[in-house]
Every structure is written in structure tokens, then in C-alpha cells.
């Protein structure tokens, strides 16, 4: 294998790892009685800004309110960007729960280094396991979901206003 290929390789490698670790973190979820549906995803897209890799962990309750664990990797001709986020999904869209410094990287090197941290951020917000696990038993009252999800979040929960 050449030099080039190689570093296609490592690439390709790092992605797999941090999407091997959605899909423990996915099966851990699934495990969780109070939890109904879990959805992991890995896409590579083309949109008109350009390329994105998109992985995610999606948990859903019985509230139809769930919890996504967001990780976006896009890049340009200066540097790769990787975006992380844990995000609540509600009737009325979704609003972040857990934002992460945007990290960016140059080089190939920086770029595995940063996708693992990135990966590792999302996966250390297992108080958030607990708001899912509070959700047992949760009325379906005229309350919007949305409320009732936010009225249960744990303290210190920055919650933005941000809908997708």
C-alpha cells in the first residue's frame, strides 16, 4: 500500500472506531427499559456547502421524547471540523441539551485525535442515561412533551432554544 492510501486507511479507521463506540453506546441504550426505540446512523452526505459525515445515537421513551447524541465531521481544502452536540427531540423540534467546542485539526494525525476526543465527549454524558431512565412512568398530560422533558432534565442542563 502506498504512502496516500495509507493515510486513507487511518482515516477510515478512526471512523470505524468512533462509529464502533456509537454502536456499543446504542446497544447500552437499548438495554434500558425505559428507553423503546434506539436509532444509530452513520451518513456521508453531499450538501451544497460540501461533504459531511453524520453519526448519531437516537433514544427515544415512551413520551415520544428522546435524546440524540450528535457527532458531524465536514472538511475543506484547509481543515477538517468536527461538531458534537447531544440534542433533545420533542414534539416541537429539538433543543441542545450538551454543546462541545467545535475542534478542527490539519493534518491527518490531528484529525484521529480529535474525532476520538470528540467521540469520548459525547460518550461521557451518561447523566443523560438518567434523564431517560426518570422518564418511566411519565404521564401523557395536555403538558407538551417538550415541557414535561425539560421540567425533568438535570440540574445544570443548559437547554438553548436551538430547533433544527
Same mark, same amino acid.
Given at each position: #500500500? %502506498? +504512502?496516500?492510501?495509507?493515510?486513507?486507511?487511518?482515516?477510515?479507521?478512526?471512523?470505524?472506531?468512533?462509529?464502533?463506540? $456509537?454502536?456499543?453506546?446504542?446497544?447500552?441504550?437499548? !438495554?434500558?427499559?425505559?428507553? @423503546?426505540?434506539?436509532?444509530?446512523?452513520?451518513?456521508?452526505?453531499?450538501? &451544497?456547502?460540501?461533504?459531511?459525515?453524520? #453519526?448519531?445515537? @437516537? !433514544?427515544?421513551?415512551? +413520551?415520544?421524547?428522546?435524546?440524540?447524541?450528535?457527532?458531524?465531521?465536514?472538511?475543506?481544502?484547509?481543515?477538517?471540523?468536527?461538531?458534537? =452536540?447531544?440534542?433533545?427531540?420533542? %414534539?416541537?423540534?429539538? @433543543?441542545?441539551?450538551? %454543546?462541545?467546542?467545535?475542534? *478542527?485539526?490539519?493534518?491527518?494525525?490531528?484529525?484521529?485525535?480529535?474525532?476520538?476526543?470528540? *467521540?469520548? @465527549?459525547?460518550? =461521557?454524558?451518561?447523566?443523560?442515561?438518567?434523564? $431517560?431512565?426518570?422518564?418511566?412512568?411519565?404521564?401523557? &398530560?395536555? &403538558?407538551?412533551?417538550?415541557?414535561?422533558?425539560?421540567? #425533568?432534565?438535570?440540574?445544570?442542563?443548559?437547554? &438553548?432554544?436551538?430547533?433544527?
Amino acid at each position: #500500500m %502506498d +504512502s496516500e492510501s495509507k493515510k486513507v486507511s487511518n482515516i477510515l479507521e478512526a471512523i470505524a472506531a468512533s462509529n464502533e463506540e $456509537l454502536i456499543k453506546f446504542a446497544i447500552k441504550l437499548r !438495554a434500558l427499559s425505559e428507553v @423503546d426505540e434506539v436509532y444509530h446512523r452513520l451518513d456521508c452526505r453531499n450538501y &451544497q456547502t460540501g461533504p459531511v459525515l453524520e #453519526m448519531y445515537v @437516537d !433514544a427515544f421513551h415512551q +413520551s415520544e421524547v428522546g435524546i440524540c447524541w450528535w457527532l458531524e465531521v465536514r472538511w475543506n481544502e484547509a481543515e477538517w471540523i468536527i461538531d458534537s =452536540s447531544v440534542q433533545l427531540n420533542h %414534539d416541537e423540534g429539538q @433543543d441542545s441539551i450538551r %454543546d462541545f467546542p467545535l475542534r *478542527t485539526a490539519r493534518t491527518i494525525e490531528e484529525f484521529i485525535v480529535q474525532l476520538e476526543g470528540a *467521540t469520548l @465527549d459525547l460518550l =461521557s454524558c451518561t447523566d443523560l442515561i438518567e434523564l $431517560l431512565e426518570s422518564w418511566a412512568g411519565c404521564p401523557g &398530560q395536555a &403538558q407538551s412533551r417538550r415541557h414535561r422533558a425539560l421540567d #425533568m432534565a438535570p440540574a445544570g442542563t443548559s437547554l &438553548q432554544g436551538m430547533n433544527r
